[in-house]
C-alpha cells in the first residue's frame, strides 16, 4: 500500500494520500482516519454498553414489545369474538385441541393467544405511558425541591412523605372505583400514585449535583435557575431516572393486573391480563390454561423489567462501572 502524501495540485494547502483529501493546516497535517479504525472503536463501544446484558429479558421483552405494537396485524384470531362451540378448548398438544386455537380457548370460545397477544398492547401501553408521566412529574418536583431548597423543598418533601405513606395499591384501587373503570382512569391513578418514589431518589442525586463545580460556573457566567436545572443538572440525572423507570414498569404492571382482576381496572371485553386470570380461576380444574398463560405473560415481562433494571443499574452507576 502506497503511504506517500502528494501535494494536491488543485490547492497546495492540502495532501493527498490514498486518493483521501486531507486539511494540513498551518504546517501540521492531519491525517484522515482509516474507516477499520472508526469501525473497530465503533464495535468496542457497543461491546462495552452491552456487557453482561442478560440474554433471556433481552430476548422476551423485545417480543412482548414487539405483540403490543404490531398485535392486532399477527392475531391468529379476533380475541373478542365468541364461539361457544369451542369453548374450553385444550391447546394444540392435547386431546381434541386444534392448531386453530394454539394456546387453547376460554369459556365463551375466546382464542386464548390472541387475547395474550391483546393483553400485551394494553399491559404496555398502561406501563409505559405511566412510567412516562410519573417519572416526569417526579424528575420536576426532584429539580425544584432540590435546587432551590429552602421552604420549597420542606414543603415538596413533606408532600412527598405523605404520598408514600399512603399504601400504593390499595389507593388506587379506591381511586379507581371512583372514577370508573377505563385505560385512561388506570394511567391517570397510576400515575398520580406513582410520581413520589422518584422524587424521593432524584432529588438526592440534585442535592449532590449542584454542589459540583460546574454548576457553581454556571451561576458565575450568569445562567439562569431554569437553565442550569435543564441543561447542567438534568442530563446527569437522567440515568438515575432510566434504572427506576424501568425498575418501576413491572410494578406498574403487577399493579394494573391486580386491578384489572378485582373488576376495577380495564373493562371487559378487552383482553387484560388480569380480567383473564380473574374469568379463569373459576375453571381451574378443567382449563387449567385459562389462568396459566396470562400468568406467565405477567411474569415473564415483570421478570424481565426487573432484570433489566438491575443490569442497567451497574452498566450506568459509575460505583459499579469496573465490575
Known sequence: MDNRRTANPNNPGELVREGVVMETGVGQPRLAKPMGVLVRRAMQKTRFLIRGVPIIPAIILPIFVFMGIFGSFIMPNDPNQIDLMYAINPPFWQEKGTTGFLLGTDHLGRD????????????????????????????????????????????????????????????????????????????????????????????????????????????????????IMSRHIFPNIVNTLVILATLQLGGVIIAEAALSFIGVGIPPPHPAWGSMLAEGRDYMARAWWMCVWPGVAILLVVLSCNLLGDWLRVRLDPKFRQM
Request: aromatic fraction near 8%.
Open 112 to 227: 386464548i393467544m390472541s387475547r395474550i397477544m391483546g393483553g400485551a398492547s394494553i399491559s404496555l401501553q398502561v406501563g409505559f405511558v405511566v412510567v412516562f408521566f410519573a417519572g416526569g412529574i417526579g424528575a420536576i418536583i426532584a429539580l425544584i425541591s432540590g435546587y432551590v431548597g429552602g421552604r420549597v423543598d420542606s414543603v415538596l418533601m413533606r408532600l412527598t412523605d405523605m404520598m408514600l405513606s399512603l399504601p400504593y395499591l390499595l389507593m388506587a384501587i379506591v381511586l379507581a372505583a371512583v372514577l370508573q373503570p377505563s385505560k385512561y382512569n388506570i394511567i391517570l391513578v397510576l400515575a398520580v400514585m406513582g410520581w413520589s418514589r422518584y422524587a424521593r431518589v432524584l432529588r438526592s442525586e440534585v442535592l449532590r449535583i449542584k454542589e459540583g463545580d460546574f454548576v457553581r460556573l454556571a451561576k458565575v457566567n450568569g445562567c439562569g435557575s431554569l437553565r
